[in-house]
């Protein structure tokens, strides 16, 4: 597959990520000097994130690429700044400070994973012990992105640090998902469920809802031995690529095989085929799907930017049908592409 993700294309993948990395650092400085000024008037203004998802998708590609000196530095400005853990979506920039402990053992990096393990281990849940995505809004509303960002995050914590508290509430996450999360006719994962009302939300099979499932079932995986959940994790790996479009990546919901691809979709579910490949998981998986969807993405790339994203998504079945160039699919696009070139 070294001939389908040569040293070049990922040198300029990850330069653009740094860049829009970079980007997100430069737009919380302006935005931060406007809102003290509505501050100073009397407005109440949104608090900013800097390790929100879209940020933490692009440092999850960086590390792959092994660019960890733009990761570092970037999360170093956010640390000095006081390293607030505001939302559920830290926890996968959580993940990328635990790889990073990994690689240089400074105990910063520690010390900042342990904070976002403090905020999820004392997050609001619902009554089966799933973390509620967004607590502010007044629901118990549990989404695939939380469910997947959370479990990888907590899974490796738990690997890295041994603490078994974690692990057994990443289990509980996936556990939860599995049982309330999926489709029984497609075998696809919804947006998202409330278990109090026992209904499901969103649309079946969006594509990034089914890439964020995927990763955490993925990490969680390759951190530990689960009869059960690999079991699960095949049924629904097997479910997933059989909506496979002839381009070999993904549509945006993934059973609208005649709409719109979605490479933020396809690198993050990519992405976790390979880490469950790597972790023995998927023993019967055709392999050269891997090798078909890097050389499928590469033609959505140009100029070292990953285009055919989807927008962002505002809510359950708010999806923009607009495409481009995102963070979150230069991001994934990255980690599985880097991730395959190092093989």
Not at 134 to 159: M, V
Not at 194 to 223: E, H, P
Not at 271 to 291: H, T, Y
Request: glycine letters at 10%; aromatic letters at 12%.
């Amino acid at each position: 597959m070294e001939h389908l993700v040569d040293e070049h294309l990922i040198t300029d993948l990850a330069d653009e990520a740094g860049k829009e990395l970079m980007a997100f650092r430069e737009k919380n400085r302006a935005k931060a000097l406007k809102d003290a000024v509505k501050k100073l008037c009397g407005r109440a203004v949104p608090s900013q994130d800097p390790v929100f998802w879209p940020a933490g998708l692009l440092m999850l590609g960086l590390l792959e690429a092994g660019q960890t000196q733009t990761v570092k530095e970037y999360l170093q400005m956010w640390m000095q700044e006081g390293g607030q853990i505001r939302y559920v979506d830290d926890a996968l920039a959580g993940y990328v400070l635990i790889r990073l402990y990994e690689s240089d053992a400074d105990p910063m990096w520690k010390e900042a994973a342990d904070n976002i393990w403090a905020f999820l281990r004392n997050a609001p849940t619902d009554k089966a012990g799933s973390i509620i995505y967004n607590p502010s809004r007044g629901n118990t509303w549990i989404y695939a992105d939380g469910c997947g960002q959370t479990s990888l995050f907590l899974s490796h914590y738990a690997k890295v640090f041994d603490v078994q508290e974690a692990a057994d509430l990443a289990r509980l996450q996936i556990g939860n998902f599995l049982n309330s999360g999926l489709d029984v006719r497609s075998g696809l994962p919804y947006h998202g469920y409330d278990v109090k009302s026992g209904l499901r939300y969103g649309i079946i099979g969006w594509g990034r809802a089914v890439g964020w499932f995927l990763m955490g079932l993925a990490g969680y995986l390759s951190d530990r031995e689960d009869p059960e959940a690999a079991a699960a994790a095949r049924e629904l790996t097997d479910s997933v690529f059989g909506y496979l479009r002839r381009d070999r990546l993904f549509s945006w919901q993934l059973e609208a095989l005649d709409g719109p691809l979605d490479t933020s979709a396809s690198g993050m579910i990519y992405w976790s085929a390979d880490r469950l490949c790597e972790a023995g998981v998927l023993k019967d998986f055709d392999r050269n799907l891997l090798a078909d969807g890097a050389d499928a993405l590469r033609r959505q790339i140009n100029g070292g930017k990953v285009f055919g994203a989807s927008a962002e998504c505002t809510d359950f079945a708010q999806y923009r049908q607009e495409y481009g160039n995102y963070p979150w699919g230069q991001g994934a696009v990255l980690a599985f592409l880097a991730g395959l070139q190092v093989k």
